[in-house]
């Protein structure tokens, strides 16, 4: 394979689906055009390790495209990167998740290129989708709540001026959820409970039959995968600016009278934006509204906006 295939190959592993359009802007930012990226397409799928599915939306039949059986095997055998039980499938890639997958996908995009354009980190593998954390001691079986099931998990290197005049390297992690317009705010006021179950969840040992074994363990789950609880991040497009204000208006709204979530509300940094917001004017603009307290605009460090707007 040439270098570029190379290069493809983990990143459509890793990301199930995306179109020409965003691996160019992905692997090859300063290319005005996609025919590179789709000559080198053209000769992975000769060689049987992409595939593609025509866009259910698009009536110019855009394709897009994933990775065959075969390809997942080749990344899997590279040990780059971890591998992951799910596979997009030709029934998959052709379903009505097309457009989340590729929704999520521009997300982990948008905050590519401002990390480029501010010089910080974040590259085209420093998102995955739909990491399973465990939030339930015992048996589980597939559709109950033992998981929660982020869109994705988003990791970011953000340099900032300190007062002094040097520069400081913040690690940053994300929770992403993107919502269309699809789900209702009862929808979305669930995932934070999800979300205020995790950051409190301590695993205990399971004795047999799947029953928990009181006592244990002493430290939340998360601690041992993030330094710190990543921020919760929800991202909101799929219809007008107002529309999508007065969506976070209700959410904020719900989420303020749930007595559930006071008990976490301290301890869980959740914000919301919209796509547009955050693909105009970047991460670190006061694009950000929080979901608990004041609701002033502020970025996704969630500080306050005089703050995020001198470090933007």
Not at 26 to 43: C, D, F, K, N, W
Not at 80 to 90: D, G, I, K, S, V
């Amino acid at each position: 394979m040439s270098q570029l295939g190379q290069e493809i190959l983990p990143v459509l592993y890793r990301h199930r689906l995306l179109t020409a359009g965003q691996l160019t802007q992905l692997l090859r930012p300063a290319a005005t055009s996609t025919r590179y990226i789709r000559r080198q397409l053209e000769v992975l799928h000769d060689r049987g390790l992409v595939d593609a599915s025509v866009r259910r939306s698009s009536r110019a039949g855009e394709l897009l495209w994933y990775t065959t059986a075969l390809g997942c095997e080749v990344v899997e055998s590279g040990g780059e990167l971890a591998p992951r039980a799910y596979r997009m499938t030709e029934d998959a890639a052709a379903s009505q998740l097309q457009e989340h997958t590729l929704a999520v996908n521009e997300v982990g995009l948008a905050f590519v290129q401002h990390a480029r354009r501010l010089g910080d980190e974040c590259g085209p593998l420093d998102w995955d989708p739909e990491v399973a954390h465990r939030l339930r001691d015992g048996d589980s079986r597939l559709g109950d709540e033992a998981f929660l099931v982020p869109d994705a998990v988003l990791r970011y290197i953000h340099t900032a001026p300190t007062g002094d005049g040097g520069r400081q390297r913040m690690l940053l992690t994300f929770f992403c959820e993107i919502d269309r317009t699809t789900m209702s705010i009862a929808r979305l006021a669930a995932k934070l409970h999800a979300y205020a179950r995790y950051v409190r969840y301590i695993p205990q040992p399971v004795l047999g039959r799947g029953r928990p074994k009181a006592g244990g363990y002493r430290q939340e789950a998360w601690r041992a995968r993030y330094p710190s609880f990543p921020r919760i991040l929800l991202v909101l497009d799929g219809a007008s600016q107002g529309q999508l204000a007065k969506r976070t208006d209700d959410l904020r709204a719900l989420v303020a009278a749930d007595a559930r979530l006071q008990p976490t509300a301290t301890e869980l940094k959740a914000g919301i934006t919209t796509f547009k917001q955050l693909q105009q004017h970047g991460p670190f603009a006061p694009i950000v509204t929080p979901v608990v307290g004041d609701p002033e605009p502020t970025d996704v460090l969630l500080r306050p906006s005089a703050t995020a707007a001198s470090a933007a």
